[in-house]
């Protein structure tokens, strides 16, 4: 029995006063019988404790640090609001939030009817349970370009996702074939015209990050996008720009409105916080899981990845301090593209890889023949394309904790070089 309560002692002095506990065979250990002990973590150390030595040892303080610890990283989240909610993203994203209990603030420019997906129309919030309509509290009317129209209506929400985007004038349409075509086109006029927008990507979304600011809202959940091949200056000197000019015009108002985000949370406490996250081209496919997905920093990379996958990251974000002023490109890792493809074939052979490994994953080599065969039959392994800041894994929360944070760098204009001149 001594020799028990002493090694119990022994371990609960690691529990108590190191951040981690960690269970190994250490020379003694190996030398003393462990039937007794089984598996012993932070979780059910206390009920190891014999009850002679409990007095002693335990104090309230203490077990009230081991249950910070535990759920340091995560928040009770109540209540979120959506920017841009009656779009394609902003509705996967509310029915995300709903399957996992979080109460939504759907805020529209329009008025928008909550619906299910039977009675799916124009200017209507999709859900798939008509029940969860009394988890959502809409707000209409919103215009983030008008910062009078923001006034207040964050106060008691623990984070915002901000979804909305600019759109130019565009005739309302849908998927030919489908039941929503056949309504769009039985209750609108030939040729109706969207309305417009402008500037929601930079002037809106700081002032949405400026109300988030003085409300207290914890977290700040922004969908920008990777935009890899706009490059302000290259548009009229024969680069490829695969989407068009009016594409990177939004692009660059993305990356004007993530500089202006960082700039305002920059000296602002740890408990406020902004997560910028960068898609790649967006489908509206299945959900794939976060096994299928790879995440990224630096923009070397693009690829595709569907809006429900999209809206079960932004919810990882909401609900884990792991994503704390981090900015990240997410994409499925068997559609990953170089930005640069000189850059990553370089990356590669510094990094030992064969051009093989790097355009196809782990388990080829030069020697051994390729075929499509083996290629369509064969499960990519690790990842394509690499630049070394990858990240993979099962769990989005994770996942997000292996990120690094931004980096704020002072640019010196007396270091000026050519190759920074686009």
């Known amino acids: 029995m001594f020799i ?21 065979k250490s020379n003694i250990i190996n030398n003393i019988n462990m039937r007794f002990l089984g598996d012993i973590s932070r979780r059910n150390i206390l009920e190891l404790i014999p009850s002679t030595i409990a007095p002693v040892i335990i104090h309230p303080k203490y077990v009230l640090a081991i249950k910070d610890t535990m759920n340091k990283n995560e928040d009770k989240i109540n209540k979120v609001a959506v920017f841009g909610a009656s779009g394609y993203t902003g509705g996967d994203t509310i029915r995300t939030l709903i399957n996992n209990n979080i109460n939504v603030l759907a805020i529209t420019r329009r008025n928008v009817e909550i619906v299910d997906r039977q009675n799916a129309k124009i200017n209507t919030l999709v859900i798939d349970d008509i029940k969860d309509k009394n988890k959502i509290k809409k707000i209409s ?20 996702i901000f979804c909305a985007a600019s759109r130019p004038s565009v005739k309302i349409t849908g998927t030919p074939g489908t039941d929503a ?32 600011i003085k409300s207290k809202v914890k977290r700040l959940i922004i969908v920008s996008s990777i935009c ?25 108002k993305k990356q004007t ?26 489908s509206p496919g299945e959900k794939r899981g976060p096994s299928e997905v790879e995440f990224n920093q630096g923009v070397s990379k693009s690829g595709i990845i569907s809006r429900i996958d ?19 490109e997410v994409y499925y890792k068997d559609t990953a593209q170089p930005v640069d493809m000189y850059k990553s074939l370089k990356t590669c052979k ?7 490994e790097c355009f196809f994953g782990e388990g080829y080599n030069e020697t051994t023949p390729l075929s499509i065969d083996k290629m369509l039959n064969t499960t990519i392994k690790g990842t394509i394309f690499p630049s070394g800041n990858e990240v993979l894994g099962n769990n989005y ?13 002072n640019y010196d204009i007396t270091n000026l070089m050519s190759n920074d001149i686009i």
């Open 181 to 212: 075509f056949d309504k769009i086109n039985n209750n609108i006029t030939q040729n109706q015209i969207a309305e417009p927008s402008s500037n929601v990507e930079d002037i809106g979304l700081v002032n949405v990050a400026k109300e988030a």
């Open 397 to 409: 929360e994770k996942m997000l904790y292996k990120l690094k944070e931004d980096v704020y760098e």
């Open 257 to 282: 409105g993530e500089e202006r985000v960082r700039n305002l949370y920059k000296n602002l406490p740890n408990n406020l916080s902004y997560t910028i996250v960068r898609p790649g081209m967006l």
């Open 4 to 24: 028990k309560n002493f090694i119990l002692v022994f371990m609960l002095s690691n529990v108590f006063f190191v951040n981690s506990f960690v269970y190994y």
């Open 350 to 356: 510094e990094m030992g890889k064969s051009v093989k």
């Open 228 to 252: 890899a091949k706009c490059q302000i200056g290259k548009e009229n000197y024969g680069e490829t720009i695969d989407r068009g000019f009016a594409s990177c015009d939004t692009c660059y």
């Open 310 to 328: 999209l809206a079960d990251i932004l919810v990882s974000a909401v609900k884990t301090k792991n994503s704390a002023r981090k900015t990240f």
């Open 141 to 160: 009317g919103v215009d983030v370009l008008k910062q009078s129209t923001l006034d207040g209506i964050l106060n008691g929400c623990d984070s915002v």
